[in-house]
């Protein structure tokens, strides 16, 4: 029988050994270095998930555009933006391989 655990930290540690890791793990440092600027990311994030999970579609589009003007200055940061955009990236990676598992096992 296979070691799914075995599996599992060799499926990890390929991913970072992946470009879009190493280049999120950099954007990351990056924006650590400046408090201010990374409170402000982690605040975005939280409102941002709290947006997707509570809203109605009848706001949806309005709340997006508040929290779009509310943190313009972190949209309009360029570390800050490598680091949203390289997050995203890491985030689809894993869920496009969390999607091919569920298919390849007929999960519904």
Do not use: G, H, P
């Amino acid at each position: 029988m296979i070691n799914f655990n075995k599996v599992t930290d060799d499926y990890i540690n390929e991913l970072k050994k992946t470009s879009a890791y190493t280049e999120y793990r950099a954007a990351l440092e990056t924006v650590k270095q400046n408090e201010e600027l990374w409170r402000r990311i982690e605040e975005y994030r939280r409102r941002r998930t709290d947006y997707q999970n509570f809203s109605n579609n009848d706001d949806m589009y309005d709340k997006a555009d508040r929290i779009r003007q509310e943190y313009a200055d972190v949209f309009n940061n360029q570390d800050a933006k490598k680091f949203l955009d390289a997050e995203v990236a890491i985030c689809r990676m894993v869920q496009d391989i969390s999607i091919k598992i569920a298919e390849a096992i007929d999960f519904e």
